[in-house]
């Protein structure tokens, strides 16, 4: 079975407009971090933003804010206001086990998020 | 400051050559890591290392793949007698520590083995 599950091969999103990416996992550990990473046409994978499973808010930086529902095992990225550069793939991925035991990431196999202007 | 640099960013090579590819992690970060990237895919793990100690290589395809990091730096990740199979772009990343487990990547180098 898939650890990450992103169902989403493509996404178009009108300029300005707020746009959701899912992401769900799989883990019998109960200390996990998840992460999403945006990758352009450049190559560079670029980290946004990290949820912890025991952190009780949802992360946020800047436009990019994680919906992290824990019990359905999801961890959704939310883009606000999005911008012609957010144009990328844009992969999740988590780290099982707590900070300092494991250290492999899973990914899964992207969304390739298309902004319209 | 100076992020994870990369080099070659490509490389092109014939079946059965053999290949060097390069990682310069963030300054003072301890922890680095290779990640192969097929095409349309996401990275999968290749190996770990702790400083100069190589901990975990338990995703390197075969024995035809060789990671070292002599002096806790600098990582080269070297793919001998190259497969078509091998086409596919690696990446490096580094994190300060384990516990500060946020990992930076660097740009990647392209190879395609003809």
């Known amino acids: 079975a898939q650890k990450i599950t992103q169902t989403q091969p493509g996404m178009f999103v009108q300029e300005k407009e707020a746009v959701t990416l899912d992401c769900t996992y799989d883990t019998s550990d109960q200390s996990y971090g998840l992460f999403w990473y945006k990758q352009p046409s450049s190559g560079e994978m670029i980290f946004l933003i990290y949820?912890?499973?025991?952190?009780?808010q949802n992360a946020t930086e800047g436009r990019y804010s994680l919906n992290f529902q824990k019990a359905r095992k999801s961890a959704n990225l939310v883009i606000s206001a999005s911008q012609l550069g957010d144009s990328a793939m844009y992969f999740c991925a988590m780290r099982e086990g707590p900070g300092g035991s494991n250290y492999k990431l899973t990914f899964g196999k992207g969304t390739l998020l298309t902004v319209n202007p | 400051g100076a992020g994870v640099s990369q080099s070659p960013r490509y490389k092109v090579a014939k079946r059965g050559q053999d290949v060097a590819l390069r990682c310069d992690p963030i300054?003072?970060?301890?922890?680095l890591f290779w990640y192969q990237q097929a095409l349309g895919q996401g990275p999968e793990f290749l190996t770990y290392f702790q400083n100069e100690a190589q901990l975990d290589k338990s995703g390197l395809p075969s024995d035809r793949f060789f990671a070292e990091r002599p002096e806790g730096s600098v990582s080269t990740l070297k793919i001998q007698r190259t497969q078509q199979e091998d086409s596919a772009v690696y990446l490096c990343a580094s994190s300060l520590d384990l516990v500060e487990d946020t990992q930076y990547f660097g740009p990647g180098t392209r190879l395609t083995v003809l």
């Open positions: 949820q912890g499973s025991y952190d009780e």
């Open positions: 300054s003072g970060h301890v922890s």
